[in-house]
Nanobody
Framework: QVQLVESGGGLVQAGGSLKLSCAAS????????MGWFRQAPGKEREFVAA????????RTADSVKGRFTISRDNAKNTVYLQMNSLKPEDTAVYYC?????????????????WGQGTLVTVSS
């Protein structure tokens, strides 16, 4: 069973940067596609970014394209989300997720195995 632990959230001013990390255990991390989702207060969880098992393919939501970058280190079983030029509308709890279909050739379909998330608050 995969376990995910997110970290790196915090309070930042608009225009600032944060780097989130997600450590995975209990599965074959290097074969999974990994993704980031977020959920703002009163809203549904939404897709942010995903990366294939090798890192060769990435995908980002239009709302964060050009500002957020996903990466991974298979030796450390960790996926990252570098967030630059943050906006107040980026405020949310950020979660990482696993798609066992590692190639990211189609839509990212997350396993129902979520961590506790990490809160990002962007002040204006």
């Amino acid at each position: 069973q995969v376990q995910l632990v997110e970290s790196g959230g915090g309070l930042v001013q608009a225009g600032g940067s944060l780097k989130l990390s997600c450590a995975a255990s209990g599965g074959t991390f290097s074969s999974y596609a990994m993704g980031w989702f977020r959920q703002a207060p009163g809203k549904e969880r939404e897709f942010v970014a995903a990366i294939s098992w090798s890192g060769a393919r990435t995908r980002t939501a239009d709302s964060v394209k050009g500002r957020f970058t996903i990466s991974r280190d298979n030796a450390k079983n960790t996926v990252y989300l570098q967030m630059n030029s943050l906006k107040p509308e980026d405020t949310a709890v950020y979660y990482c997720a696993v798609d066992p279909r590692g190639g990211l050739l189609g839509p990212f379909v997350a396993l129902d195995a979520w961590g506790q998330g990490t809160l990002v608050t962007v002040s204006s």
